[in-house]
């Protein structure tokens, strides 16, 4: 059997069960969650048990195993396997990450036990290089299509990742760091990258340094999708179980940076708002903002989507390279946004910006880019960007999650473009042109929501859209209109309570 009709084969039968446990409840993106504790437990057996190259996984004294969970049933199974869970989130390694603060969702011991016997139990997980790895991907992907789930949100598409990674040609020596990781895409395709590009020019050490996971690392603030991404890291051999945890779960904006990266790759939440919850004296939730007064950010903002791009600004090495997507408004808001924008194109080399279309993401409604930037030594008399390339992907293309998918194909004129090799050889063409900075400056409000090109469906109705893409692009429209008379909104609202304080 071929590794593709294998790959397939694994990932029907693993997907097969989450139709089963959603009628007992649980959704799509938790029954990944649940499978990955699963995973990993059966992984850990099989190296322990393997017979030319034992490896001891867990800490002695956790009395963990395998072989005792598949001989159980009913209450004694559900005890134990809570048991488990409990003991290993204890654990300051990635083993701890994995199962930290792990719940068992699937409260029927008889569907647990299927899962352990029949689904896990029946597969080698521990050998088969990429296959594995690439099967769970294959299953984040298929759960975060789940329009109800919100997974979504933490899942950016790979042929978009595939782009940024390939312009951006990572290197053996690189510290590679991405603040809001989600599932770890971007990580894991930067270390496929090196492996692919610089194969046996990878010195031993690197090699370690690689599959260790010093060189990567991540940040994530919800538990689950840190989980998520340390287990899609781990399947692709990409950290020790017993090792520094390659995922922080923390808030990336808490706090200045103990390390600076030499790449930036990141795909920041979308909200616009940074908030907690909190309780009131009479038990309501209720949302409250919060702003990061740091001393090494800009400026003071409640903008989340704006805090993140000073963040990865300050968590850049002199040197170091960041590819970054933003939405819409990061380019053209006033006040706050302005004041980045100016102090971004002035003390950072601000290249290049690629204008992404809608359809592509999960989360519907929004409109971003990829903004390009490299981060260089201190030097006030002069401005670092010189010329900012703006790549138009959006005008005249029409994607839908299932219809018409972005692929990878789709990105290789922008690639090409791009002149990753040598920027200067960069040739404008209709949807690659250049400004310069004096130009970007004299825009009002320094507005980098830059739009040249006429889209020909709004010229000709017969331009053979089809009405089911025409009608996605309508709803999503509408959806990024509402988002922005909130971000206004949010925005009369700051004001107010600004001059209410004065």
């Not at 800490?59 to 049933?73: C, E, F, I, T, Y």
Request: aromatic share 8%; charged share 25%.
């Amino acid at each position: 059997m071929s590794n593709h009709a294998e790959l397939r084969r694994l990932v029907d039968k693993l997907w097969s069960y989450c139709d089963v446990l959603r009628d007992a409840g649980v959704a799509a993106i938790e029954y990944v969650e649940q499978l990955s504790f699963l995973l990993f437990l059966k992984m850990a057996d099989e190296r322990e048990k393997n017979p030319f190259y034992p490896k001891k996984v867990f800490p002695p004294g956790l009395d963990v195993s395998w072989d005792r969970l598949a001989s159980l049933s009913g209450d004694a199974l559900e005890v134990e396997y809570q048991r488990v869970l409990r003991k290993l989130g204890k654990e300051p390694t990635n083993l701890g990450v994995i199962f930290r603060k792990a719940q068992n969702r699937i409260q029927e011991p008889a569907l647990l036990r299927k899962l352990i016997r029949d689904l896990i139990g029946t597969e080698t997980w521990s050998v088969g290089g990429d296959l594995n790895g690439d099967a769970f991907e294959a299953l984040l992907q298929r759960s975060a299509s789940g329009v109800k789930s919100g997974a979504g949100q933490y899942f950016t598409p790979r042929p978009l990742i595939h782009a940024m990674v390939e312009v951006m040609r990572p290197v053996p020596t690189d510290f590679i760091i991405d603040p809001a990781c989600g599932t770890g895409g971007f990580l894991l395709s930067a270390v496929e990258y090196i492996e692919r590009h610089f194969g046996t020019g990878v010195t031993p050490d690197q090699r370690e340094n690689l599959s260790s996971g010093q060189l990567v690392r991540g940040v994530e603030l919800v538990d689950s999708t840190a989980r998520l991404a340390t287990m899609n890291l781990f399947l692709h051999g990409v950290g020790r179980e017993n090792g520094e945890p390659v995922i922080d779960v923390r808030d990336a904006l808490s706090g200045v940076s103990s390390t600076h990266a030499t790449l930036v790759l990141a795909n920041p939440p979308f909200g616009k708002k940074s908030s907690i919850t909190v309780t009131d004296d009479e038990g309501r939730a209720e949302r409250e903002d919060v702003s990061y007064s740091r001393p090494d950010f800009w400026v003071t903002t409640t903008n989340k989507q704006l805090n993140f791009l000073q963040h990865i600004a300050s968590l850049m090495a002199v040197g170091g390279r960041a590819a970054v997507v933003v939405p819409d408004n990061v380019l053209f808001e006033g006040g706050v946004g302005e004041t980045i924008r100016r102090r971004l194109l002035k003390e950072y080399d601000v290249h290049t910006l690629l204008r992404l279309p809608t359809g592509i993401f999960y989360a519907g409604g929004v409109k971003a880019n990829v903004l390009f930037f490299d981060r260089k030594r201190a030097r006030p008399e002069k401005h670092w960007t010189d010329k900012l390339w703006a790549y138009d992907f959006r005008v005249g293309e029409h994607f839908t999650m299932k219809q018409n998918p972005l692929r990878d194909e789709h990105l290789a004129d922008f690639i090409a473009s791009f002149a990753a090799e040598d920027r200067s050889q960069r040739v404008e063409s209709e949807r690659f042109i250049s400004f310069g900075y004096e130009e970007l400056l004299a825009r009002d409000k320094v507005n980098l929501d830059i739009t040249w090109l006429k889209d020909p469906s709004l010229e000709s109705a017969d331009d053979g859209v089809p009405p089911e893409i025409i009608a996605q692009e309508i709803v999503e429209d509408l959806q990024a209109a509402l988002a922005e008379f909130a971000a206004v909104a949010d925005a009369l609202t700051a004001r107010a309570a600004e001059r209410g304080s004065v």
